[in-house]
């Protein structure tokens, strides 16, 4: 289960975009939001430590990701790179393997 001190826990607020920070896009956003978490070209090690379930964990950031598809510059087909590079992170970390 997720923690407070985990990096996963940035994800357990619902995102929130202020046009009058530095980012142009709601896209901009999410995805510089993502690499501060996951880092950019992280190597799986790094980034499967932080792979955890609950609100805390896989479970928030999937329902961040779901609210952040809402906003009309993020689409499936940019968040695709970044999510399928977690999926087996998750289903390993699981024991199990799954696809999108």
């Known amino acids: 289960m997720g923690c407070a001190d985990n990096a996963l826990a940035a994800f357990s607020q619902e995102p929130y975009f202020n046009a009058d ?3 142009e896009s709601e896209w901009e956003f999410v ?23 609950g609100p805390l964990g ?7 990701l779901e609210v952040c598809l809402t906003w009309p510059t993020v689409s499936f087909d940019l968040l695709e790179g ?6 087996p ?4 970390e699981r024991g199990d393997y799954w696809t999108i």
């Open 21 to 23: 920070e530095d980012y």
């Open 31 to 53: 995805d510089h939001t993502l690499n501060r978490v996951f880092g950019y070209g992280d190597v799986d090690e790094q980034i499967a430590e932080l792979i955890c379930r």
């Open 58 to 64: 896989i479970d928030g950031l999937i329902h961040w």
């Open 82 to 87: 970044k999510i399928c590079t977690l999926v």
């Open 89 to 92: 992170r998750y289903g390993s």
